[in-house]
């Protein structure tokens, strides 16, 4: 099993910033970002495959937030702008791990904690 820890979360004001990173302790594939609010389904923010040549985004992330990866670092950063209250949620990261997947909608098979981000003045 690989462990996933997710930084970077925190209080921001509406249309601030923030950078959320997760670090890998072993191989990965492909990486996304979840996040489920109170009360809603967890759904799937953005996700990278291993190479870093396919990027998915959903529609409520295009033209704000950016996912990239440092695989020399085994990372996997989500970069959000222009945040709204309904972006607070916990943020998940997770990683196919196990065979990679050639959908970036899953399988993943390892998840982070979680990060609270809070967007709210």
């Known amino acids: 099993q690989v462990q996933l820890v997710e930084s970077g979360g925190g209080l921001v004001q509406p249309g601030g910033s923030l950078t959320l990173s997760c670090a890998a302790s072993?191989?990965?594939?492909?990486r996304g970002w979840f996040r489920q609010a109170p009360g809603k389904e967890r759904e799937l923010v953005a996700a990278?495959?291993?190479?870093?040549?396919?990027?998915y985004l959903s529609d409520f992330a295009k033209g704000r937030f950016t996912i990239s990866r440092d695989n020399a670092k085994s990372t996997v950063s989500l970069q959000m702008n222009s945040l709204k209250p309904e972006d607070t949620a916990v943020y998940y990261c997770?990683?196919?791990?196990?065979?990679?997947?050639?959908?970036?909608?899953?399988?993943?098979?390892?998840w982070g904690q979680g990060t609270q981000v809070t967007v709210s003045s």
């Open positions: 997770a990683a196919n791990t196990l065979r990679p997947s050639t959908s970036l909608l899953g399988p993943y098979e390892d």
């Open positions: 072993g191989r990965t594939f492909n």
């Open positions: 990278i495959t291993g190479s870093g040549d396919r990027i």
